[in-house]
């Protein structure tokens, strides 16, 4: 199994109640629809504009997936929320047309208008969102009042690809961080920059647009006034947003006995403690019984080394935090066997560097579930 992280190239949030201004360095992102009535006669929303290089995803698909089965999701770590009091859904579409990061930040005095923003994709005075575009796949916001506000695609000529929209529904109390499946615009992207003939419109990468759904934008009503910000490629934290890509790469096929006691020992193999940010490792699992069962015979047992249950995943966490960096999963985090031992791949590009983590191991054996959290530590330093 295998999980790749990219990061962005360009990101920015465009605000119909300021529609030159550009905010392409701003640490946060955001996606509301406020109104401020002393502030203004009408409701306000902000849209988030995000871009990731489409040669890094080409790479991931063509060099690194290689034809196995795949998704690829959108996903940001959640700063501020409030006002989400009814259950509210958020949209991802891909942008039609170019636009430029800029330089801004929000409220910047004098403010900054050299990049994207609701009114320009470029800059101040430079081109206009294409708002009446005569694409049938796209759309935009259109109204006299709240013209702009960027271009998105919403369908397909594809009958595989019906929609090209990705959606997250958020309650009061759900979990508020950003997790939205994007993998059909990856594969209409991919097909255009490779000038694959697979019967996609040409769609070319110009990032994403993330947005509420129509009904809760601009509606003025006290109650219908969610706010969403979340970290933006230029956080000094260590939540900028991802593109992560996950695949099932697991190959089981062993000669080995497989353990079948619940009390067992996994040792983990193959770790030298320190990677550099773009190395991928092959950790190995050795694996025998807490207490083997007393026979006679003239090897040791204990270098006897056990294959776990094809049932068996591996997570990894972030040591200071202690937050799920890539959380077991059944289909993505599987771990593979041969005939010297399990092991699994981690490509550790999508980890932050300068951070400590730790490697959990999950199993089913007989029944039951096994977490093992022994302290395997390593290190991700820059390169």
């Known amino acids: 199994m295998a999980v790749y992280k990219l990061f962005p190239i360009q990101d920015a949030t465009i605000y119909s109640g300021y529609p030159s201004m550009n905010t392409g360095l701003d640490e946060l992102l955001e996606v509301t629809n406020e109104y401020p009535q002393m502030l203004s006669p009408s409701p306000r929303v902000a849209r988030s504009l995000i871009k990731f290089d489409q040669n890094e995803i080409d790479d991931v698909l063509d060099n690194k997936i290689l034809g196995n089965e795949w998704s690829g999701s959108l996903k940001s770590s959640v700063s501020l929320a409030q006002g989400i009091n009814f259950n509210s859904t958020l949209k991802v579409y891909p942008i039609s047309g170019s636009w430029n990061n800029g330089t801004g930040q929000y409220l910047d005095s004098p403010q900054t208008t050299n990049g994207a923003s609701w009114l320009y994709s470029d800059y101040k005075e430079g081109h206009l969102w294409e708002v009446n575009a005569s694409n049938a796949f796209v759309t935009s916001s259109y109204s006299t009042n709240n013209s702009g506000g960027g271009i998105w695609y919403t369908g397909s000529n594809n009958v595989n690809i019906t929609s090209l929209t990705g959606s997250q529904n958020f309650s009061s109390?759900?979990?508020?961080?950003?997790?939205?499946?994007?993998t059909d615009t990856i594969k209409i992207w991919?097909?255009?920059?490779?000038?694959?003939?697979?019967?996609?419109?040409?769609?070319?990468?110009?990032g994403f647009i993330i947005k509420w759904e129509d009904n809760i934008e601009f509606t003025a009503a006290n109650a219908i006034q969610p706010i969403l910000k979340f970290y933006s490629v230029d956080t000094n934290t260590i939540y900028p947003p991802t593109l992560e890509f996950k695949w099932d790469d697991s190959n089981y096929s062993?000669?080995?006995?497989?353990?079948?006691?619940?009390?067992?020992?996994?040792?983990?193999?193959?770790?030298?403690?320190?990677?550099?940010?773009?190395?991928?490792?092959?950790?190995?699992?050795?694996?025998?019984?807490?207490?083997?069962?007393?026979t006679f015979q003239t090897a040791s047992l204990y270098t006897s080394n056990f294959a776990l249950p094809e049932t068996s995943y591996y997570a990894v966490k972030d040591l200071d935090t202690n937050e799920f960096v890539i959380d077991f999963d059944t289909q993505f985090t599987k771990i593979s066997c041969d005939n010297n031992s399990n092991y699994f791949d981690v490509y550790m590009n999508g980890l932050e560097p300068e951070r400590y983590y730790k490697i959990l191991i999950k199993t089913i054996v007989n029944g039951s579930v096994i977490v093992k959290d022994e302290d395997y530590y390593f290190k991700i330093i820059n390169g």
Do not use: C, M, Q, W
């Not at 255009?192 to 110009?206: C, E, H, M, Q």
């Not at 193999?269 to 069962?293: A, Q």
């Open 173 to 182: 109390r759900s979990t508020k961080d950003l997790d939205l499946p994007v």
């Open 190 to 206: 991919h097909s255009a920059s490779k000038s694959l003939d697979l019967g996609y419109i040409r769609v070319n990468n110009d």
């Open 254 to 294: 062993t000669t080995l006995n497989e353990i079948s006691t619940t009390d067992l020992f996994i040792g983990l193999d193959s770790n030298p403690g320190i990677f550099y940010s773009e190395s991928i490792n092959r950790f190995r699992l050795n694996v025998r019984p807490e207490f083997p069962v007393r």
